[in-house]
């Protein structure tokens, strides 16, 4: 007898398996990331246990059964709709943005280990996404979710000297070390390596709020396009450098910031 459990989900990849079937990963509230196969999803009769379209970004109520042994992929038993985010995926960039939100939770997160905190910030980020807030939606998911999987920079101090980072004082952070270093003082080992930033940028990283605290409480300050898009940079480096595999959805960062792409260097 299978054992059913259900639980709330967000889409984060659909993968076709078959003419009729789909690998889907969701993260929901209680399991963690969730790898499941759900059979005959496009297949459209009266036998489906779908009430909707399971789409990237979609959010619902799952009913699954869990993987067993060494098998690595649960069964999707149903699926209940419950958003599909229409007016997200009529906004370009706040697409874009939750498409990145979606590949930076992705490489973190590993399949069955819960995380109910995050699950709450990336269901307001993407609520964000389609406001004047997303530039700093995206930034505070990124930073939020490097501190729910264990990850989180200092962005406070020095690694090196210790000494308190201020607003003007020329930085290099370290994604390897996961930290800001003086440029007088490089971190064992990385001499000479490192992004360039400013303590300016270092400080408004430690004060980010999260996106629940973004959804209720929006800044006095408009948002800077171009020194969220640098602060970004820094995340997704450390990202990578955990992971050791390039975010794919990189290039949607000019959209996101509504940023002239870099011309090719000629030749």
């Known amino acids: 007898m299978p054992t059913y459990l259900s639980d709330d989900a967000i889409c984060l990849r659909v993968t076709d398996f078959s003419e009729t079937s789909q690998i889907v990963?969701?993260?929901?509230?209680?399991?963690?990331?969730?790898?499941?196969?759900?059979?005959g999803s496009k297949r459209q009769t009266q036998k489906n246990t779908m009430?909707?379209?399971?789409?990237?970004?979609?959010?619902?109520?799952?009913?699954?059964?869990?993987?067993?042994?060494a098998a690595e992929l649960g069964t999707l038993a149903a699926w209940e709709l419950v958003n599909h985010r229409t007016?997200?995926?009529?906004?370009?960039?706040?697409?874009?943005?939750?498409?990145?939100?979606?590949?930076?939770t992705l490489h973190l997160l590993q399949p069955?280990?819960?995380?109910?905190?995050?699950?709450?910030?990336?269901?307001?980020?993407?609520?964000?996404?389609?406001?004047?807030q997303r530039t700093r939606a995206i930034v505070a998911y990124a930073k939020s979710a490097l501190d729910d999987a264990g990850y989180a920079p200092q962005f406070h101090a020095c690694l090196a000297c210790r000494?308190?980072?201020?607003?003007?004082?020329?930085?290099?952070?370290n994604p390897t070390a996961g930290g800001i270093t003086c440029q007088t003082c490089p971190t064992q080992g990385s001499a000479g390596q490192g992004l360039a930033t400013t303590g300016k940028i270092a400080i408004a990283l430690t004060r980010l709020p999260k996106p629940?605290?973004?959804?209720?409480?929006?800044?006095?300050?408009?948002?800077?396009p171009t020194a969220l898009h640098s602060a970004l940079q820094l995340l997704l480096a450390h990202?990578?450098?955990i992971t050791h595999k390039p975010?794919?959805?990189?290039?949607?960062?000019?959209?996101?910031?509504?940023?002239?792409?870099?011309?090719?260097?000629?030749?």
Do not use: W
């Open 51 to 69: 009430s909707g379209p399971l789409d990237l970004l979609t959010s619902g109520e799952v009913v699954f059964i869990p993987a067993k042994g």
């Open 25 to 39: 990963a969701l993260l929901t509230r209680s399991h963690g990331l969730l790898p499941l196969i759900a059979k």
């Open 247 to 267: 975010l794919k959805t990189r290039y949607l960062l000019p959209s996101i910031f509504n940023l002239r792409p870099t011309p090719p260097t000629p030749d």
């Open 239 to 241: 990202i990578e450098s």
């Open 112 to 132: 069955h280990d819960p995380h109910p905190p995050l699950f709450a910030e990336l269901d307001a980020a993407l609520e964000l996404f389609t406001s004047s």
């Open 163 to 173: 000494k308190p980072i201020t607003a003007d004082i020329p930085l290099r952070f």
């Open 212 to 224: 629940t605290t973004l959804l209720t409480q929006s800044p006095d300050r408009p948002a800077d």
């Open 87 to 104: 007016q997200l995926r009529a906004d370009f960039p706040a697409l874009n943005a939750a498409m990145l939100a979606a590949e930076i």
